[in-house]
């Protein structure tokens, strides 16, 4: 089993910033075989894609929303992912959630909620304007 831990949500002003970190563990667990990603979801809203990486960390990829504001990176050696997001806006608000699923290949990335095998319990982030 996999346990996925998200944090470093809060409320921020437009404009401002925050760092979201997702802490993996499980018992034989070895997250650099697994392809990681984030997502989130506002109020009456569906779970989007918001960015993903490989696990090698040589791919990423963004949706067209936060392309140029947020980037994802992974230690391998802590077993944690990050969400660095700045110029936040109010449309960024909502509940962020890590997922993880294992790959075979290094550079696989996954865009999409049913690819993932594990999730976070999320972390709320609130941009006011």
């Known amino acids: 089993q996999v346990q996925l831990v998200d944090s470093g949500g809060g409320l921020v002003q437009a404009g401002g910033s925050l760092r979201l970190s997702c802490a993996a563990s499980?018992?034989?667990?070895?997250?650099?075989?697994?392809?990681m990603g984030w997502f989130r979801q506002a109020p009456g809203k569906e779970r989007e894609f918001v960015a993903a990486?490989?696990?090698?960390?040589?791919?990423?990829y963004y949706a067209d929303s936060v392309t140029g504001r947020f980037t994802i990176s992974r230690d391998n050696a802590k077993n944690t992912l990050h969400l660095q997001m700045n110029s936040l806006k109010p449309e960024d608000t909502a509940v962020y959630y890590c997922?993880?699923?294992?790959?075979?290949?290094?550079?696989?990335?996954?865009?999409?909620?049913?690819?993932?095998?594990?999730w976070g319990q999320g972390t709320q982030v609130t941009v006011s304007s």
């Open positions: 997922a993880a699923v294992q790959e075979t290949f290094p550079h696989t990335i996954v865009v999409v909620t049913t690819g993932y095998d594990y």
């Open positions: 499980g018992r034989t667990f070895t997250f650099s075989s697994y392809a």
């Open positions: 990486i490989s696990w090698s960390g040589a791919n990423k």
